[in-house]
């Protein structure tokens, strides 16, 4: 059975999330809440029974919550329909929140990379290649075009025994990235220490 995470959309306030993680740490630690200039979680990721504790502190039965994003550890197959992410990329929040990047596999390869003098990481894009990216970006042929990669990582996670969340995420503007991500749970500790 796979054990499901939630994020929260963009839309709703960071200080709204920090009211509820504040209340949902009274609630399960009977500690005073973490004082705001240390945010208790550097993340967006969480739990079925967080984010139930947190509606009912709300007020709310509603259940995932509108609009919030349900991420599904489990193990899953190559060909199985998955979260297709447009204009952000929600890998830093999982990054910090513990989970181990398994894959990133890049299925838009444009620009040239480049390191200025003070160590900033950038590519120089052409116009061709800014095109080809607007036009194909979050398309299947770069899936199709990447087949074979991407069935190699469905393979060695299945066969290693390592569940995993997988989703893609593109943007054709002004920005051009497409990439399929894959995480394993790692190091996440919910707020109970789970």
Sequence with gaps: MPRTFYQPPWEIRQEDIRDLEDAL?????????????????????????????????????????????????????????????????????????????????ELLQIGTPHVDEGGTRYKSVTQEELEFGRLHAGSEKLYDDHRSEIQRAYTDLNQRGVEFIVFRTYRGWPACWDSLHFYSLDAFKDIQGK
């Design 25 to 105: 740490t009274r609630l399960v630690s009977g500690a005073p809440p973490p004082r705001r200039i240390r945010r208790s979680r550097p993340h967006n990721i969480f739990t079925e029974f967080e984010v139930k504790v947190m509606q009912e502190l709300k007020g709310t039965r509603e259940f995932p919550p509108a609009g919030w994003i349900t991420y599904d550890l489990a193990f899953h197959q190559e060909g199985e329909p998955y979260l297709l992410l447009r204009g952000w990329t929600p890998s830093f929040s999982f990054e910090k929140a513990g989970f181990k990047k398994e894959y990133e596999i």
